[in-house]
């Protein structure tokens, strides 16, 4: 079975600088793909970003990036200048290639609770 | 479109009654699941379904039900709900890659 581990609870960070949340996970498996959601006080799940593993290319969605290191099974989340906006717990997720076995379930890590400072 | 929308957003519960809740998505996604948030847990898996009228296990099945009985619905039972129960419950469906969750529902079973 898949585990991801988010061993930082809780994160702060000053508006305007740079912030990376890490997230590491245990699978067999060689074709997964990995996540990293947003969840506001609000609760609703924010997909911010998508990795696929067969890609060596690190994903990018404006001031957020990822370190995909596949062989450690690292997938950390970069924020660059952070906003008051970005406060929130973050959860980093896997996924299996394999629909037909798995129902393209999640398995989640513990989350890490951010906090930026003005 | 409305995405995937959960009915109730609240609802307190005493020890052994039972409800049910909805969740609903206008995506045509084959893919639906029921996961539980608890503190310092993150998101796990209850039941999820592959397509109408099939269900499956997920991490943490055990005194909830389950029907997908339509395509864009998705059916969370409690029979005898328990104070171990307590906690947020989120509907989510996909079709592919990305998972599109509902607002959630706080159970609070005293």
């Known amino acids: 079975a898949q585990t991801v581990t988010q061993s930082q609870p809780e994160m702060s960070v000053q508006e305007a600088e740079t912030v990376t949340l890490s997230c590491t996970y245990d699978t067999s498996e060689s074709d997964y793909y990995l996540f990293w959601y947003k969840q506001p006080p609000s609760r609703q799940m924010i997909l911010v970003i998508r990795?696929?593993?067969?890609?060596?290319q690190n994903a990018t969605e404006n001031r957020f990036s990822v370190n995909f290191q596949k062989a450690a099974k690292s997938f950390s989340l970069k924020i660059s200048d952070s906003q008051l906006g970005d406060a929130a717990m973050y959860f980093c997720?896997?996924?299996?290639?394999?629909?037909?076995?798995?129902?393209?379930?999640?398995?989640f890590g513990e989350g890490t609770q951010l906090t930026v400072n003005p | 479109n409305a995405g995937v929308t959960q009915t109730p957003k609240f609802r307190v519960l005493k020890t052994g009654q039972s409800m049910t809740l909805l969740c609903a998505q206008d995506m045509n996604h084959e893919y639906m699941y029921w996961y539980r948030q608890d503190p310092g847990m993150g998101l796990r898996l209850i039941h999820y379904s592959v397509g109408e009228g099939t269900t499956a296990k997920g991490e943490v099945p055990d005194g909830y039900n389950v029907s997908r009985l339509k395509k864009q619905n998705f059916l969370l039972g409690l029979e005898s709900a328990a104070p171990s129960q307590t906690s947020v419950y989120f509907c989510?469906?996909?079709?592919?890659?990305?998972?599109?969750f509902g607002p959630g529902t706080r159970l609070t079973v005293l």
């Open positions: 997720a896997y996924r299996s290639f394999r629909e037909e076995t798995s129902g393209s379930r999640l398995t």
């Open positions: 990795q696929e593993a067969y890609k060596q």
């Open positions: 989510a469906s996909s079709r592919i890659r990305e998972q599109f």
